[in-house]
């Protein structure tokens, strides 16, 4: 049975930074994102990552959280992370982690994952 499991959400005040990880089990996989849902919005994509081998990773993000937030892997523990730095009250969110066995066309598609972590939440106050 696959299961993805976050963990690292919590408060932490504006400018603040928190790290998020999902655990998957059950197999491997080459490809992760990060979505978010906040309060009454659709979910969102935030980040995503996919590995080609050797140490070669593609890494793509929302225009909102360039520059402040890192998408990584750790392929022995197949485990993706998500750094998260200079946070602020906007990007107080649920966030789920996302992995996929599909061919990935457009990494920022909801769709494009056929595997999805429970949620974790983030809660940034100003």
């Known amino acids: 049975q696959v299961q993805l499991v976050e963990s690292g959400g919590g408060l932490v005040q504006a400018g603040g930074s928190l790290r998020l990880s999902c655990a998957a089990s059950g197999r491997t996989f080459n490809s992760y994102a990060w979505f978010r849902q906040a309060p009454g919005k659709e979910r969102e994509f935030a980040a995503a990552?996919?590995?080609?081998?050797?140490?070669?990773?593609?890494?793509s993000y929302t225009s909102s959280v360039k520059g402040r937030f890192t998408i990584s892997m750790d392929n022995a523990k197949n485990t993706v992370y998500l750094q998260m730095n200079s946070l602020k009250p906007e990007d107080t969110a649920d966030y789920y982690c996302a992995a996929t066995t599909r061919t990935l066309l457009n990494p920022a598609l909801w769709d494009a994952y056929n595997y999805w972590g429970q949620g974790t939440q983030v809660t940034v106050s100003s």
């Open positions: 990552i996919r590995w080609s081998g050797g140490s070669t990773y593609y890494r």
